[in-house]
């Protein structure tokens, strides 16, 4: 993509430049490399539908993640670049950490259960006094808000010596403001940057006690799958380690806390600011004109997936799989786009297709309109559908 400011709408907008995946160890570009220049590598992890993506997207500036209400919306590593003056941030969007049993509910790539730890070590091997885990809970979600996710207790534990920070998310939600902080007393062991935590206990809801612990809901089959998976064979971890991760709520080591919406771009500036802080002298890895390291095709389809996630029920929008046919620039300078999704079943072909055409029609309006503001120029996304031999 072409490396160029322009306006729109009244805003400025800068083209996402990208760079081939897994470059990330690549010379540093000259001459954009400022004297004193500072980077910072930042894992954004957490439990799917935490809000990851969404956060990422506002530390951007731009809508470069794709973002749905349903889970494993995001199906691989993704990576935003942030610069501004001498400072860049270095965003890794990792798929929300699962296990195997989910990845077979959801019809998801096996190397879902890979690809966020590779996410974690790549950058360990380059730079380990660069990189920060940020951490994201959906306080919401009022079954899951009191504990860490397992996968991501793991995450911490295998790389204790890695600053982490935890943000409390969609806390526009929460009612009983008040509870934000019991829940951070839950979620931090009582123990933020080395010093204990002075909480006032409040009085539970009735809803509370109704609460499940924290594998209950999962058949005994999933039970087993999912602490099966939990010790890869690349985890330094022993079984002792795991056995009493799995009866631990909090992660006591975390430097700060934040509590914000992550679609509330004033609350999020506030983290912003705290990254760039944060950021140590060391040399860029990106051109300051690079956003990130997708490829335009993978924006694209990223952004379809997120479509048919919003429109589609159920398991329906994850058994999908997609094709572009061609990608071409039209003769008044519009970006023609023909992708075809393949459908396992044909009651799935006629649920994408909707009466008389209409969903998929739509699904294809709004796509288009999501990429011409990302492309910054006319986009014309043809889409059709076709049943899976």
């Known amino acids: 993509m072409a490396c ?75 990576l935003g670049v942030l610069t501004e003056n001498d400072t860049q941030i270095i965003l890794l969007d990792t798929p929300g ?47 899951t808000c009191n504990r860490l996710d397992f ?13 982490a920070i935890l943000v409390l998310n969609k806390v526009d939600l929460v009612k009983a403001k008040d509870k934000l902080l019991d829940l951070t007393a839950e979620l931090t062991c009582g123990i933020v940057n080395g010093q204990k935590m002075r909480v006032r206990l409040m009085v539970k809801p009735r809803w509370a006690k109704k609460r499940p612990e924290r594998d209950s809901e999962l058949s005994p089959d999933e039970d087993n799958a999912r602490h099966e998976g939990s010790a890869e064979p690349s985890s330094v971890l022993s079984k002792e380690q795991l056995k009493a991760l799995r009866s631990q709520q909090g992660w006591p080591s975390f430097k700060d806390v934040f509590m914000f919406s ?14 760039m802080v944060a950021a140590k002298p060391g040399p860029w890895q990106y051109h300051s004109e690079v956003l990130t390291d997708q490829s335009p095709e993978e924006v694209c389809t990223s952004i379809i997936r997120e479509k048919l996630l919003e429109h589609l029920p159920q398991e329906v929008p994850y058994s999908l799989t997609q094709t572009v046919e061609f990608w071409r620039d039209g003769e008044g300078g519009e970006l023609d786009i023909s992708v075809k999704l393949y459908a396992m079943k044909d009651s799935h072909v006629r649920m994408v297709i909707g009466t008389a055409g209409q969903l998929v ?29």
């Open 361 to 389: 029609a739509r699904i294809a309006h709004e796509v288009s309109k999501d990429l011409s503001q990302v492309y910054l120029r006319e986009v014309r996304l043809k889409l059709s559908v076709k049943l899976r031999k």
């Open 151 to 163: 996968e991501v207790l793991k995450c911490l534990a295998q790389h204790p010596n890695i600053p």
């Open 262 to 275: 992550s679609t509330d771009r004033e609350d999020v500036d506030t983290l912003k600011s705290y990254l």
């Open 4 to 78: 160029r400011a322009a306006e729109a709408d009244g805003s400025f907008y800068r083209l996402p430049a990208s760079v081939p995946p897994d470059s990330g160890n690549h010379t540093p570009l000259h001459p954009d490399q400022p004297d004193n220049s500072k980077v910072l590598k930042v894992a954004i992890i957490g439990a799917p539908n935490a809000g990851k993506s969404t956060l990422s997207n506002q530390l951007l500036g731009r809508k470069v993640f794709a973002v749905s209400k349903k889970v494993h919306t995001t199906r691989s590593r993704a």
């Open 97 to 143: 950490l699962t296990t195997p049993s989910k990845v077979k509910r959801h019809q998801l790539e096996k190397s879902m259960l890979v690809d966020p730890w590779n996410t974690v070590k790549e950058p360990l091997i380059s730079c380990v006094a660069l990189f920060l885990f940020v951490v994201m809970v959906d306080v919401a979600d009022r079954w």
